[in-house]
């Protein structure tokens, strides 16, 4: 009985530590605004929406990798999995959830967006010092 | 063991070494710690009384080290209030308090009086330490701290310690499942892991919005 109490709160509270975790991430790159050019080829206007998030992620793949942008786009996209599972399971229950799920998602767009942006910098300046060569 | 090499490494690259000393030491006291155990498993095997000694007198001194890891971060926290020495007062107050009530539990048996002291101590350390964790993460959000490297490293203690009670929690309720042995080896690595990526992503200078630190907004 007390093993499962334990088990129980510490789980609740590894979940709230998690978001947590996953919203300072986010909140880390929104001081950086969304570059012209991921504005060019991922088609977001003012803001990164949820939906952008999947479009942003395709065209990250096809950019050289930064090692140093992996593990937070890692972690962002479990928090991202893991906004579409409440937004599809516990939102169906308690639909006030679905909008705070939806600002974390764009939050979650807006990191990969700026992330990207790193990366088409990076591939700049690959190119330009290809030229040079 | 690669974890804790990569953290005090990635320290020491971003001249963070001594700012976050008592990290630090927990993570080169955890690597001496793994390497006194594959010293003494090599040479006396699982089941000698030398291992088990090796095992709980070093899980008591990486508790404590834990510990004063989280007093460290807390007097981060607390130094803007100019209250950095209350807390380290306190921590030495409740340091002794946690030993002495795992002496008063323990005194009764005097066979391997002192064994039975290190684990007693450990494991009312441990928890004393996760409730502290608690209690600083709730410090962290009521004075607003904007540190990213404080808040990420506060936040992976509360993970860690989340974690580690909820697979001990599972050790006890499903012991036939043979992955609930692995559990605690696996987050062993987290800390290490969690802190270096914090100190490779963020500078000293980083800051965020507070108001984004809460998991639901109020």
Redesign the interface.
Known sequence: MMAAFILAFSLLTLLMFFVSYCRSLTASSLHTSITEDVRDVTGIQVRAAGRDYARVMQILQLCPDRPEDRSGLQIVAAYYSFLNLLDQGFAKIFPAVRPWAEEERAGCAHFAAVALGRRIALNREMLAQQVEL | MGAGVCFVASAIRRSSFLKYFFLNLYVILSLCADLLRQFVLRFYGLDSSEYSYAYYYTDCLLTVALFVAVISLASRVFAELNLGKHVRTVAVLLLLGTAGFSYAVVAQSAHRLVTMFAFELSQNLYFVGLVLT?LL?GAVLKLQETR?RV??MV??L??YF??Y??S???A??APKYVFVQYLGPILGCFLPISWS?TL???SED?R??PA??????R
Do not use: D, E, I, K
């Open positions: 608690y993460w990213t808040v990420q936040l992976s509360g993970l989340s974690a009670a909820g001990f929690a599972l006890n309720l990526l490779l992503r963020h980083s965020l919005t984004r630190l809460v998991a639901v907004p």
